[in-house]
């Protein structure tokens, strides 16, 4: 969704009002849902309503994942569209497509993305080079975050390989990953481009930040994978005097998905936490806390 | 679907039957429909039946990208499920998806393809590494194309990059797609796994086709963008004694689908091809008879 602001601006004001750079994952699995839910999209739609409803108060932003309603079809879209409807203006809605694809399909994919789902970010991915991340920038999405070293157990296979140095760029011989990182940083500037490093390469993260000191960062992993919370809390945010502007929170987004919806079917909340809206809202506050902005 | 037969085999009946390895790209562009048509999913749907309709005979597979349905949303969506349901079985359905997440989305993503689209193969992005593709083979999906070296301009920007040697392995020095295809033909056997590779890049399609004889390759860029038609025909097919099977056709595919959709309204048709169907049957035809089965 276009807004007058930039995307960026808009993200540090909900950072600042809500205190916390939490981004909230919204991938729900009809596997894990908690009793009481049908592991149909009547089940799955009803959860993460109330997952939503939950944990708002507590996050940065909203990152649905695509794969989640798209398992479910063209009834499973709809019901992201109804999802996405409900989220109020000031919340910033990440759409997380992964997509890369020749430019006129790249178009089309921003048009599915930007008109249909409203999205104000979107993740991409850097693997077809440039032609797959401009269509985005030029129709309506406000931010992208391009792909640079992700948070699976297998994200090294490529992204950690050698590539040679640039002798015309004046770049070294380095990983994959960091190329990635210097390359796209030229597809568009700060307050139109960022990156997602997951927290589970925290050597990774922090040679990313080296590189691109100025680029806002969406950092998966540190939740259910298992990964650095006090490194991507460190290395996550913009560094000051690296000519990006500084704003609350620094542009950066730490996701937590599975770490919230989980609380729902958590056995251990205790007597007080019977009640799953409750039981999910203080798992949000808790990661939110964990993640807080600094001032 | 998954068949009892491999996909491979399926294809190979099929491009025997047709006598071609034309591949019916299905992407119907609202920008680009003939006269009649009106630009909404309506007009969009009503001509991608007409193209899949007219030009099917002449075609050893078909292949939608979704992008082309999901920028009209859930009803987009909707509408390729409608279309994908008059595939008959006979005709392989790869979904060009490009998708690539990590290994729970992955699985969510191939539950979205296999079942909710019946596809029979699937096109998919390497930079997540093994993760974002072992879920595909695991859940009902004959084949996946990996992206190896696309057909796009900015294609090189990465994928051409150097990287290093790799002494456990005994790889050499070599370019990045070069190097996804060694890699990514660890990840399944020939049987389930091949590579995307832009006939717009005749020396590297003949590289990969050096390293890897025995995979099957899905070919696009020899329509609307401009690619080595010759090339394609002399290096896609797989290898005969590399160790793959030797099948008709040779497990290629050349994918057209601006150049056959775009006959429709291609004026220099002449007086006997008024009819849009038959325009666009003809260039179906023409297109399959310059990519024919060899025996």
Known sequence: MTQDRGYLDRLAARSAAV???????????????????????????RFARLVLEAALPYAAAVKPNLAFYEAFGSAGLAALERLRATIPADAPVLIDAKRGDIGPTAARQAVAIAECLGADAVTLNPYLG????????????????????????????LQNLRVGGDTVQGWPEEALFA????????????????????????????????????????????????????????????????????????????????GIAGAAGDPSGGPAANDLQIRIAQAAAEWAAKMPVLS
Not at 131 to 155: H, K, M, Q, W
Request: glycine share 16%; with cysteine.
């Open 19 to 45: 205190g916390s750079v939490l981004c909230l994952g919204l991938d729900p699995d009809p596997a894990a849902l908690p009793p009481g839910f049908s592991s149909d999209l009547t089940g799955v739609e």
């Open 130 to 157: 440039r032609d797959a991340v401009a269509p985005f920038l030029e129709r309506g999405i406000g931010f992208v975050y391009v792909l640079c070293r992700t948070s699976n157990p297998a994200a090294a296979e």
């Open 179 to 258: 190329r990635v990182a210097r390359t796209a940083a030229g597809w568009a500037g700060p307050e139109r481009l960022g990156f997602v490093v997951g927290a589970t390469a925290p050597e990774e993260l922090a040679a990313i930040r080296d590189l691109v000191p100025d680029r806002a960062f969406l950092v998966p992993g540190v939740g259910a994978q298992g990964g650095d919370l006090a490194a991507a809390l460190r290395e996550g945010p913009v560094r000051s005097g690296s000519g990006g502007t500084s704003r609350p929170g620094g542009g950066l987004l730490l996701n937590v998905s599975r």
